[in-house]
């Protein structure tokens, strides 16, 4: 099956960009995610990517997807105090139609 | 944006009890409904897909006389835990697939942490 991959850990220093990588085994899948998770909260959908696309931008967010070695990354732009999360990065394709997740990156930024 | 309530947000009971957690869509229709579990430190384990007016499909190893999952309508899917043990312990996590959408999107609910003593 899908099986997606991140590293557990990034630190970073306030007003520095951050970069999560991600990546995946399925070719055929369609969208990718990036969620946030706070602690004790649910998940923010962050933003997402069609396979279709090499690269989206979004205010601070700049998600990157490279097919041919299945790498999605998400670059975070004068990283703040607040980005302090988890970042999880998830593919479509499971099959129910669900989100295949990696076990989440945890983002620290020190000011 | 949508909006996917979790209710209750955070429950403790005693072992052997059963426990509901409801996940409603706000403003959107969700055909399809996933229940997913988090351990600590985890990430997000798919546990069951619910689909409205049918039977709920679970995942390898998740028993479903366990997990009672009710799909009563486009808005609200039900997760029953019953006879609750303290290895049941954990943030169980629903997200709803916008219909209208095309399934493109799938909005999390907030979470239900829940403790068994």
């Known amino acids: 099956g899908e099986d997606v991959e991140q590293s557990l850990f990034l630190s970073v220093r306030e007003g520095d960009s951050s970069v999560i990588n991600c990546t995946y085994t399925?070719?055929?899948?369609?969208?990718l995610y990036w969620y946030k998770q706070e602690p004790g909260a649910g998940l923010q959908l962050l933003t997402y990517?069609?396979?279709?696309?090499d690269m989206k931008q979004d205010q601070r967010l700049t998600v990157l997807l490279n097919k041919k070695d299945k790498h999605l990354s998400l670059r975070i732009a004068d990283t703040q105090t607040g980005d302090s999360a988890i970042y999880f990065c998830?593919?479509?394709?499971?099959?129910?139609?669900?989100?295949?997740f990696g076990k989440g990156t945890k983002l620290s930024v020190k000011p | 944006g949508a909006v996917v309530s979790q209710h209750p947000s955070r429950v403790i009971c005693k072992s052997g009890t059963s426990v509901k957690i409801e996940c409603r869509s706000l403003?959107?229709?969700?055909?399809?409904m996933f229940w997913y579990r988090q351990f600590p430190k985890q990430s997000l384990m798919l546990m069951a897909t619910?689909?409205?007016?049918?039977?709920?499909?679970?995942e390898q190893g998740v028993e479903k006389d366990k997990f009672l999952i009710n799909h009563a309508s486009l808005t609200l899917s039900t997760l029953t835990v019953t006879s609750a043990h303290p290895e049941d312990s954990s943030f169980y996590i629903c997200?709803?697939?916008?219909?209208?959408?095309?399934?493109?999107?799938?909005?999390f609910g907030p979470g239900t942490r829940l403790t068994v003593l």
């Open positions: 403003d959107f229709q969700a055909t399809t």
């Open positions: 990517i069609f396979s279709n696309m």
């Open positions: 399925d070719s055929s899948s369609t969208y």
């Open positions: 997200s709803a697939r916008d219909r209208v959408a095309g399934g493109l999107k799938q909005y």
């Open positions: 619910s689909n409205e007016g049918s039977k709920a499909t679970y």
């Open positions: 998830a593919v479509s394709g499971g099959s129910q139609g669900n989100l295949i």
